[in-house]
């Protein structure tokens, strides 16, 4: 499930262009003797070109992966950048302890989590990754080997969680795992029949459980529209730990030369989608695996958006104005003919993350992805950045690949203070196109 050596890409189809690429033990040694700025690549899943550098050096990461200590009876853990959460894991839960927050991929490093800040299912009751970070290591490209915790480096630490890997490289994390009892999820499954039924059910459900989400049916209109299915879940109290569950690895099983999620086939599956969560469907116990990484046992299945990739949009909405919001960019997404496969609508809560660039803020955040069809696409997502700042809320950097300059320093006011921290040897894509520089 890795993106393999020679292909470096980001999750929605962008490719390293004319990009040097090079271990992070060499980077280390041979600083200043590369080409252009650098910046580090994990694995590639950034949806857009934050984790890009064209005609610059990427610093290959995944073999910076120790465990360099883990405190089996205080959950503290010490490890290098490149280490995969699935790995990690692999080892964390069998020992009764569990990331504190995680994205809806196992599939990313530790250092990509933190230079996102990535939130999780759980952001209302533990707020973002950069939450739990109790200290990093980063080395500047000057040579400098700086300790940053919340009383070190405290500016530093503050920009580099969340920080789009430009203040230089990450080569140490420190992070306070979360004690569980079980490996099972207690999950329940409610319908809700619109937008209203959907902020009651998540208002009562955040109080209640510990990770709450929902899916949207995009292409529901009339009286349906809003619909969706809410997943809300609580680790089990005790239930043992239950083996890792190999599954399958499934393929992609083409490299289709055009988009398959289209309005047509997207109406088969939400109808097949909703049928199979039964309303009234009691409590039940379930892996983890499929509840945080439902997608994780489909490998490539990007590839189903065709040859030009997809583009992902997600906002952060103040809750005053959330559900008008919402709802104008759910309607304009039909009116444009889009078809979007994952609809994902959740509440943030009001705890503030440490990180200067942090996405969420407390409200509710709306994820669509669609196909890249040019033009057509992008007319649409540049509506949906206007609603979202217009509301007073933001657009995701690291799930964007084209954002304009206004709305990314409309989402982020702070951008400029945040650039006094960024390492003078190190950029990206996303950085250039954002700002200027």
């Not at 580090?40 to 120790?66: K, M, P, Q, V, W």
């Amino acid at each position: 499930m890795t993106v393999p050596r020679g292909e470096y890409r980001s999750w929605g189809g962008l490719a390293a262009r004319d990009s040097d690429v090079v271990d992070a033990a060499d980077w280390i040694r041979q600083r200043g003797t590369r080409r252009g700025p650098a910046l580090a690549y994990g694995n590639g899943r950034s949806y857009g070109d934050s984790c890009l550098n064209n005609s610059g050096t990427l610093i290959e990461t995944r073999a910076f992966s120790r465990i360099l200590a883990f405190d089996r009876e205080t959950g503290l853990l010490t490890c290098e950048p490149g280490l995969m959460l699935d790995r990690l894991l692999d080892i964390v839960v069998p020992a009764g302890w569990f990331p504190p927050v995680t994205p809806g991929t196992s599939f990313v490093t530790i250092g990509g989590a933190l230079a996102n800040d990535v939130h999780g299912k759980n952001h209302h009751s533990a707020g973002s990754f950069g939450c739990h970070v109790r200290a990093l290591e980063l080395m500047r490209s000057n040579g400098q080997s700086l300790l940053c915790a919340p009383d070190i480096n405290a500016d530093l630490f503050a920009a580099t969680i969340g920080g789009f890997g430009l203040t230089g490289l990450i080569t140490q994390v420190t992070l306070q795992l979360m004690p569980i009892r079980s490996a099972a999820m207690d999950q329940e499954v409610v319908h809700f029949d619109d937008l209203d039924g959907f902020f009651a059910l998540a208002a009562a459900s955040d109080a209640t459980h510990d990770y709450t989400v929902a899916w949207i049916d995009a292409q529901a209109s009339g009286r349906h529209f809003g619909r969706g299915v809410f997943f809300r879940a609580n680790h089990a109290p005790d239930f043992g730990f239950l083996p890792p569950s190999p599954g399958r690895n499934l393929r992609f099983p083409v490299r289709p030369p055009f988009p398959l999620v289209n309005r047509t086939t997207l109406r088969a599956f939400n109808w097949l989608y909703r049928h199979s969560q039964p309303r009234g469907a009691a409590p039940r116990r379930v892996p983890y695996r499929p509840f945080f990484y439902p997608l994780d046992r489909i490998r490539d299945w990007n590839l189903a958006y065709g040859p030009q990739g997809l583009r992902q949009f997600q906002c952060a909405i103040p809750m005053a104005e959330a559900r008008r919001a919402i709802e104008d960019m759910l309607r304009r997404t039909l009116v444009a003919g889009e078809a979007s496969f994952l609809t994902v609508l959740k509440l943030f809560g009001a705890r503030r993350s440490p990180g200067l660039m942090s996405f969420p803020l407390e409200g509710a955040t709306l994820t669509l992805d669609f196909p890249n069809r040019g033009s057509r696409t992008e007319t649409l997502l540049t509506e949906l950045d206007r609603i979202a700042i217009e509301a007073g809320g933001r657009v995701n950097p690291y799930k964007d690949a084209r954002m304009s300059a206004a709305t990314f320093q409309a989402s982020f006011p702070q951008w400029r203070d945040f650039a006094a921290h960024i390492d003078p040897g190190f950029s990206s894509d996303f950085w250039r196109r954002v700002t200027g520089s």
